[in-house]
Nanobody, 115 residues
């Protein structure tokens, strides 16, 4: 069964940057479309960005275009989310999973953006 371990979150001021990482195990990582998701308090989880096994970006939410970049390193079974120009509305728990998620989720990493 696939496992996901997210890291890199924290508290940052508006306009700041963070880079999230997610190490994936238990699956043939280099064959999977992957994605970052986020869930703000009281809201449903939403997909932020997704990426093909070869590193092509499939899509990004309109709210993060021009600010967030997804990438991956297949040699490390890791995907990344570079987040620039952070806004308070980006505050959420961020998760990684397959682009078509099934199975359990990791614990996520909390991102808090102060105004």
């Amino acid at each position: 069964q696939a496992q996901f371990v997210e890291s890199g979150g924290g508290l940052v001021q508006a306009g700041g940057s963070l880079r999230l990482s997610c190490v994936v195990s238990g699956v043939a990582f280099n064959t999977k479309d992957m994605a970052w998701y986020r869930q703000a308090l009281g809201k449903e989880r939403e997909m932020v960005a997704s990426i093909t096994p070869s590193g092509l970006i499939i899509n990004r939410a309109d709210s993060v275009k021009g600010r967030f970049t997804i990438s991956r390193d297949n040699t490390k079974n890791t995907i990344y989310l570079r987040m620039n120009s952070l806004k308070p509305e980006d505050t959420a728990v961020y998760y990684c999973h397959f682009r078509n998620p099934s199975g359990s989720w990791g614990q996520g990493t909390q991102v808090t953006v102060s105004s």
